[in-house]
């Protein structure tokens, strides 16, 4: 039986392409339904900034006008003037146990890439790498945290059988933030030297000033995630968005900046209460009960996603880094959260792996990025 691949262009198509991944794993796995809502505005070009400085296409593969698997591709201006290449991006990648139709989507999404001038395709990734990114090839026993990907392991198979290349795996880490004793010393050491020796001090972001706390973070991030396989700059569109994003799920106790004796930002966190924790009481859905668990959210959630923590080069040998963590446990203490993840931390980057190891941590998952040669 043949696979149809084609862009999604109907009303019900998009309606199809959303609901795909609660038909493959909405049953016996440790997946958890996002909003169906939010997936739907997610991939508009109306109300995702991602459009401002891309283009995309949304593909659906078919059997006999059954679904059996979707994909994207995508090109990201902004990511392209950076680098100085021509990379095209894929993802959004779910489907049946199907080779043929793995194979299908993915010579739609090189076929689109290669007409807009692509040299390369890498992913999957929704639509950037600051969205959910990578196919899960460890960990598959552990629920997904927010903005965390989920995949059975024959997606892992599929794509290495497909002739897609690693290219880089991204790390989670378990964190048992309420643990002091493991802690190596020279991390305790530095975080109480930051006021004393360097004038460092570790304050709390405002929700009412959240959008103005993120230009600050996005100074940070811009400088120390540069070298990041991946990296792409925030700009003001991606930071209106992610400010708005951000409202939905801000706790005050675990948004951090550090400062120096100038008011100037110098390191910053950004830890979110998983949000999936509620997502999975909501099944997909606000109505009629899904609203009444997220306002319950404090009351339910018990681990955290540390999904942003930099600090500026000039200031990475003062222990910034080692006084937010010190900050995440004392938080820890006086709240219901006592665990989380950190990351995705890319492999490579052998000196916060080893931060990582120094604050007691273990690898929990793996996600693997592809790439293909157009």
């Given amino acids: 039986m043949s696979v149809e691949v084609r862009p999604v262009r109907s009303r019900a198509d998009r309606r199809e392409f959303v609901e795909l991944p609660f038909r ?5 796995t440790a997946w958890i339904p996002p909003l169906r809502l939010e997936r739907r505005l997610f991939v508009s070009p109306r109300f995702n900034a991602f459009f401002k400085h891309g283009e995309a296409e949304l593909f659906l593969a078919r059997r006999h006008g059954r679904v059996v698997g979707r994909v994207s591709a995508q090109v990201d201006r902004n990511f392209n003037a950076y680098h100085g290449n021509a990379w095209g991006m ?28 692509r040299d390369r395709m890498v992913g999957p990734m929704d639509f950037t790498m600051n969205d959910e990114a990578g196919v899960l090839i460890e960990g598959f026993d552990r629920e997904p945290f927010v903005r965390q990907p989920w995949h059975p392991p024959y997606y892992r198979r599929l794509c290495d059988q497909a ?46 000033h959240l959008r103005r706390e993120l230009d600050a973070f996005a100074e940070i991030y811009n400088q120390a995630w540069a070298g990041n396989w991946g990296f ?3 700009g003001k569109e991606d930071l209106d ?33 998983d949000i999936n924790q509620v997502l999975k009481r909501m099944g997909g859905r606000l109505l009629p009960r899904g609203w009444w668990h997220y306002l319950l959210r404090r009351r339910i959630t018990t681990r955290c996603r ?20 010190m900050e995440h446990f004392a938080t820890s203490e006086v709240t219901r959260i006592k665990w989380g993840e ?9 000196g916060l792996n080893r931060g990582m190891e120094a604050l007691g941590g273990r690898v929990c998952k793996r996600y693997r990025m592809y790439e293909l040669a157009l």
């Fill in 24 to 28: 493959l794993h909405a049953t016996g």
């Fill in 90 to 117: 894929f993802g959004f990648l779910e489907l049946e146990e199907d080779a043929a139709a793995l194979r299908a989507l993915l010579d739609a999404a090189a076929g689109w890439l290669r007409t807009r001038g």
């Fill in 163 to 208: 002739g897609l290349q690693k290219a880089v795996d991204l790390l989670m880490w378990e964190l048992r933030i309420s643990d002091r004793d493991k802690i190596l010393p020279v991390i305790r050491k530095l975080a109480d030297e930051l006021e004393e020796k360097h004038g460092i001090t570790i304050r709390r972001m405002s929700r009412r």
């Fill in 232 to 234: 792409v700059p925030y």
């Fill in 241 to 273: 968005a992610h400010a708005q994003e951000l409202q939905l799920v801000f706790d005050r106790d675990w948004f951090m900046v550090a400062e120096n004796t100038g008011g100037e930002a110098v390191g910053v966190a950004i830890t979110v209460p």
């Fill in 306 to 325: 540390i999904g942003f923590l930099g600090v500026k080069p000039a200031y990475q040998h003062t222990g910034v880094a080692a006084g937010l963590y």
């Fill in 342 to 350: 950190a990351g995705w931390v890319l492999e490579t980057n052998k």
